[in-house]
T-cell receptor
Framework: SQTIHQWPATLVQPVGSPLSLECTVE??????LYWYRQAAGRGLQLLFY??????ISSEVPQNLSASRPQDRQFILSSKKLLLSDSGFYLC???????????FGAGSRLTVL | GENVEQHPSTLSVQEGDSAVIKCTYS??????FPWYKQELGKGPQLIID?????GEKKDQRIAVTLNKTAKHFSLHITETQPEDSAVYFC????????????FGTGTRLTIIP
């Protein structure tokens, strides 16, 4: 069966520090991968999605970047965090050609 | 692009009563409408979905209805239980390819014992 792992679960970082959130999927090949951010009252905002290794699409201009170094690995990064980067970040995957998303447990980032 | 509106933002229901959450969408080409349930501190989980070729789908106490003409769809939970308390998200997309889901802003449902 397929599983998705996301870490760390919680993270407290000072403004200006770097960020790395990691997501891996097991039990499937060539998944579509997604990073969402969840803010109160704004639902789930799609940040990045990837249809293959090295293929990243950005949905909104922001202080973050994403990379997909391996087929089932998706990384969310920042060189210098801003206060506004605080939030709950969710990784998700889907089968190519399908829209059914399976989400990870999320990473709560607090920038102080 | 697609825009999904969801109402209400919060809903409190007495245990055993029914709860209804409504969503509207803007893109008439959308044909896939899932609902996700998010429990506290967890990622959202798919609970039911509907394709545009049907008007209603039911799974035990949960049902979803779709009105393509009016471009709205609703989630119905009957005989609510405390474990139904969660945040519910609707979404819409064009099925197939790599089209992305557009989510509503969520409804926090509280079941009062």
């Amino acid at each position: 069966s397929q599983t998705i792992h996301q870490w760390p679960a919680t993270l407290v970082q000072p403004v200006g520090s770097p960020l790395s959130l990691e997501c891996t999927v097991e039990g499937t090949s060539n998944p579509n991968l997604y990073w969402y951010r969840q803010a109160a009252g704004r639902g789930l905002q799609l940040l990045f999605y990837s249809v293959g290794i090295g293929q990243i699409s950005s949905e909104v201009p922001q202080n973050l970047s994403a990379s997909r170094p391996q087929d089932r690995q998706f990384i969310l990064s920042s060189k210098k965090l801003l206060l506004s980067d605080s939030g709950f970040y969710l990784c998700a995957w889907s089968t190519v050609g399908a829209n059914v998303l399976t989400f990870g447990a999320g990473s709560r980032l607090t920038v102080l | 692009g697609e825009n999904v509106e969801q109402h209400p933002s919060t809903l409190s229901v007495q245990e055993g009563d029914s709860a209804v959450i409504k969503c509207t969408y803007s893109d008439s080409a959308s044909n896939y409408f899932p609902w996700y349930k998010q429990e506290l501190g967890k990622g959202p989980q798919l609970i039911i979905d509907i394709r545009s070729n049907v008007g209603e789908k039911k799974d035990q106490r949960i049902a979803v209805t779709l009105n393509k003409t009016a471009k709205h769809f609703s989630l119905h939970i009957t005989e609510t239980q405390p474990e139904d308390s969660a945040v519910y998200f609707c979404a819409a997309s064009i099925r197939g390819g790599n089209e992305k889901l557009t989510f509503g802003t969520g409804t926090r449902l509280t079941i009062i014992p």
